[in-house]
């Protein structure tokens, strides 16, 4: 009776004895990251296609133990900027996961591969944008191995593109036909707007807001307003105009000419150049 309970409590001590040293074989550790791809800060909202940075975790340790690393944002996967928050995702070589906490990657002959994707569509300001990401070492038992937090730090430079709707070229002619007086001209084409910050636009005229005969210049001249998104503005003077960045990384001002009231014009050719410049908005 008293040799049974000797042998039962020596297998008991023996078992946890072995369980704990099982446990404390495992020794590991992040030795480094690589980079391996970045595209992030050539991203615009308009592309057809992702921009993602990838990056290769290269772990050393105890070959008798088998790992995984446990991955998570600091910033719920969004990239934080002065003015907006991107969101992104995270994945590895063959996939991305769905935007949890806690994402956890295999890891195959001491290496595992990191995405980091901004989907396409994804509105995207010009800034300085970041988020810390925590990559934690665990063993096959779940215990925490080794920790290292990696900085994800993404600049996207300003990117502002002019250009009227429908043509190829930065120039373009309207012939407005029959010039009557006080009469509206609606159909010149629209200016395009690309941009991703603030912007000024500049609107200039050549001889200062008036439609000038093309032989006798001196002497025949006819005033005329321009129109853009509806507001009239006179260009005896250079002008200029904000348009603040919204959620619309693209947007159409839509062109019209209205003339002054004028009698006593020599027939001819009449015309007049008009100059638009964009530029980024300076704080």
């Not at 991203?43 to 690393?69: F, H, M, P």
């Not at 591969?113 to 396409?120: E, G, M, N, P």
Request: charge should be negative; aromatic fraction near 12%.
């Amino acid at each position: 009776m008293y040799i049974k309970r000797f042998l039962f409590s020596a297998l008991l001590i023996n078992a946890l004895f072995y369980t704990s040293a099982c446990f404390g074989q495992c020794s590991a550790k992040i030795q480094r990251i690589e980079h391996l791809f970045d595209n992030l800060q050539d991203y615009r909202t308009l592309q057809n296609q992702d921009a993602e940075k990838q990056i290769k975790v290269i772990i050393e340790g105890d070959t008798s133990c088998s790992y995984y690393l446990q991955v998570s944002s600091e910033n719920n996967q969004q990239l934080r900027g002065q003015y907006q928050h991107i969101p992104y995702f995270i994945g590895n070589s063959s996939s991305i996961f769905n935007n949890s906490s806690v994402n956890n990657l295999a890891i195959s002959d001491n290496t595992t591969d990191l995405r980091f994707v901004i989907a396409k569509g994804s509105i995207a300001r010009a800034g300085q944008y970041q988020d810390t990401v925590k990559l934690v070492l665990k063993s096959q038992f779940h215990e925490v191995v080794d920790e290292l937090d990696y900085d994800l730090d993404v600049s996207i430079p300003t990117h502002v593109a002019l250009s009227f709707l429908g043509y190829n070229s930065a120039n373009t002619s309207i012939d407005l036909g029959e010039l009557i007086p006080q009469k509206e001209y609606s159909l010149l084409p629209s200016l395009q707007v690309v941009a991703n910050t603030d912007i000024t636009m500049t609107i200039w005229s050549e001889h200062n807001g008036k439609l000038i005969h093309e032989l006798y210049q001196s002497s025949y001249a006819i005033n005329y307003s321009l129109a853009l998104t509806g507001d009239y503005v006179e260009l005896n003077h250079a002008m200029k105009r904000r348009f603040l960045f919204t959620k619309q990384t693209d947007f159409l001002i839509p062109l019209k000419i209205k003339l002054t009231a004028f009698s006593n014009q020599a027939a001819g050719q009449y015309q007049d150049t008009i100059r638009f410049q964009v530029s980024p908005q300076a704080y």
